[in-house]
DNA sequence: CTTTTTCCCTGGACGC
DNA sequence: TGCGTCCAGGGAAAAA
């Protein structure tokens, strides 16, 4: 499932491929994926577009065209595109061909149809984009303060409060598991419950698993893969996700999973700690099932 | 406002 | 071999 990492591995690849080159062709092959326009309508917009620049925001990938429109491809679960120069080959799966000028082509596949190919005109990027999108965690605007505005109030786990794009741009859940891992927090913690120390944590966590995977040029765990066909490696790189049973590398505690925001989760019981409320808010009162208080 | 649930979609794993 | 069932999960939309 490409996160961030695995759609900033994408970006770096596509980008010396797609700059500077023209959409010769586009065919649609899947409906759903354009969807509520028809294919045909969006093939024709796109064709004749040539590519300035290719940018990633959160896990859209943001491929800018010279006339100041641009294409939004977000690849959700099984998406993954690829550019090739020796002609296609079968394949049930395809969803996308686009032709470029100089004979290569970018193909896009996607098993579950649930990724999305939009595009918006240039007034439209920035707020379609802020409206779904919070900080860039691997930008300067976003830190500890930063995390710590977006996280107060909320009772909600922090695992599903990472897993909200709002909160911050790119986590799914996987990084999520391994930067709640790397900072020593319940996944199940209140959000809000956070002190100032586990926020810290927490932000330098959450830059380190995903550098970590962009290091690794994403993880292949089934669907995804670069778009010059290999896979990522960060898949053997896992600290949790996916390992319930095996030992926890800090303490040697069998890793456990649960469900969290109807997410499978993986978490060590020891190192991240048996219970949520456990974790140590000292400021906070310890108020009972205390509701507002009417009028 | 926040939080939770449902839905979309397919293929792989598993039980019988 | 061939079913039936469950699971994987990003995000939009509906429900609570």
Known sequence: MPELPEVETVRRQLEPALVGRRFERVEILDPRLVRPLEPLEVAAELEGERVVAVERRGKYLIVRFESGRVLLIHLRMTGSLRH?????????????VVRLDDGSDV?????????????????DVGPYLDARLGAEPLERSFSTARLAERLAGRRAPIKAALLDQRTLAGMGNIY???ALWRAKIHPLTPAAALDEGGVQRLTRAIKEALRAGIARQGATLRDYARPDGGSGSMQHEFKVYGRDGEPCDRCGTPIAKT?????????????????????????????????????
């Open 259 to 295: 469900r969290v925001a109807g997410r499978g989760t993986w978490f060590c019981p020891v190192c991240q700690g048996s219970a949520p409320q456990a974790a140590s808010s000292s400021s906070n009162r310890p108020s009972r099932s205390r509701r507002h208080s009417s009028v």
């Open 107 to 123: 193909t896009y596949r996607d098993v579950r149809r649930f990724g999305t190919w939009v595009v918006v005109e240039p007034s």
């Open 176 to 178: 999520a598991d391994e």
């Open 84 to 96: 090739v120069r020796d002609g296609l080959q079968e394949d049930p799966h395809r969803r996308a």
